[in-house]
């Protein structure tokens, strides 16, 4: 059975960080790209970043460029959000996905899913 668990978030301050992972489970890990999406109450999924398969190309959002870092060890079957300098803005349910990682990160290119993990900016 194809599966994604997300792990890591929680609450934190105003310019803290965390990191988030994502585990993968039962299918070929090595020749998917891994997103990582977020949404808040109220809004629209967004995607956030993306790496491809091999690891060689990434994508971010305007809005986390520069604050986040998105990795990936195929070794593991892990993939890694690294959000640093967080902002209130970037309280969300956090979600990694398993599909294609394109210039514009779509939820329509990704068909397995996480069941998402909180990310909470407060002080």
């Known amino acids: 059975q194809l599966q994604l668990v997300e792990s890591g978030g929680g609450l934190v301050q105003p310019g803290g960080s965390l990191r988030l992972s994502c585990a993968a489970s039962g299918f070929t890990w090595d020749y998917r790209a891994i997103a990582w999406f977020r949404q808040a109450p109220g809004k629209e999924r967004e995607g956030v970043s993306c790496i491809s398969s091999s690891g060689t190309w990434t994508n971010y959002a305007d809005s986390v460029k520069g604050r986040f870092t998105i990795s990936r060890d195929n070794a593991k079957n892990t993939a890694y959000l690294q959000m640093n300098s967080l902002k209130p803005e970037d309280t969300a349910i956090y979600y990694c996905?398993?599909?294609?990682?394109?210039?514009?990160?779509?939820?329509?290119?990704?068909?397995?899913w996480g069941q998402g993990t909180q990310v909470t900016v407060s002080s």
């Open positions: 996905a398993s599909g294609s990682c394109r210039s514009g990160i779509q939820a329509m290119h990704y068909d397995y």
